[in-house]
């Protein structure tokens, strides 16, 4: 048995949940989210409480337990409190800067770039080094936060560039200058 798969979902009186052939939608204070998932897989609701089970132990639904209980867990977390992702800036004249919709990033580069936030994405930035990105669905923050540490990851001799808060770079030894 999945030990994922089997832990209960407890479900918020603020939050709805409608199961529909291959899809859950469920529905909170800070939005909306829908999800296809296998038809196969078997809902219980019980005094707020869903629970995920298998209708046998065959190898494909063994490996959509634990997924499918994942992603509804992550849903109705994101409809609740939502989820955000902290991104550093570091290196000397590297900044970021906010435009409305804009997240304008001076890094190094002979322009700066500029990246519009997709729609339920929202990033903030505090001071000029710091850039935090919120949302509803947990795949698309952290999807947006990669794509803005990819215009500039850090490099491994100074470190320099973008980087998720606490996360740890190894910096290599540069050259010796033996002849």
Same mark, same amino acid.
């Given at each position: 048995?999945?030990r994922?798969?089997r832990?209960?979902?407890n479900?918020?009186?603020?939050?709805?949940?409608k199961?529909?052939?291959?899809?859950?939608?469920v529905?909170?204070?800070?939005g909306?989210?829908?999800?296809?998932?296998?038809k196969?897989?078997?809902f219980?609701?019980q005094?707020g409480?869903?629970?995920?089970?298998?209708?046998?132990?065959d190898?494909e *639904?063994k490996a959509l *337990?634990g997924l499918t209980?994942?992603l509804v867990?992550?849903?109705?977390?994101?409809v609740?409190?939502?989820?955000t992702k902290?991104?550093e800036?570091v290196?000397?004249?590297?900044?970021?800067q906010k435009q409305?919709?804009?997240l304008?990033?001076n890094?190094?580069?002979?322009h700066?770039?500029?990246m519009?936030?997709?729609?339920?994405?929202?990033t903030?930035?505090?001071?000029?080094n710091? !850039?935090?990105v919120?949302g !509803?669905?947990k795949q698309?923050?952290?999807? *947006?936060?990669a794509?803005?540490k990819?215009?500039?990851p850090p490099e491994?001799?100074?470190?320099?560039?973008v980087?998720y808060?606490g996360?740890?770079?190894?910096?290599?030894?540069?050259?010796?200058?033996?002849?």
């Open positions: 048995m999945s994922i798969g832990m209960p979902i479900i918020p009186a603020s939050v709805e949940i199961i529909d052939n291959g899809s859950v939608r529905k909170g204070p800070k909306e989210l829908v999800q296809a998932i296998s196969d897989m078997i219980d609701i005094n409480v869903l629970c995920v089970s298998r209708p046998s132990d190898k *639904h *337990h209980r994942k867990a992550n849903m109705v977390e994101g609740t409190n939502g989820f902290e991104l800036i290196g000397v004249g590297y900044r970021a409305g919709n804009k304008i990033l890094l190094g580069y002979s700066p770039v500029e519009v936030d997709p729609e339920d994405i929202q903030v930035v505090e001071g000029n710091k !850039i935090i919120k !509803i669905d698309r923050v952290g999807e *947006h936060a794509n803005i990819k215009v500039r491994p001799y100074k470190g320099k560039g980087r808060a996360e740890y770079v190894r910096i290599k030894e540069g050259k010796t200058g033996k002849k």
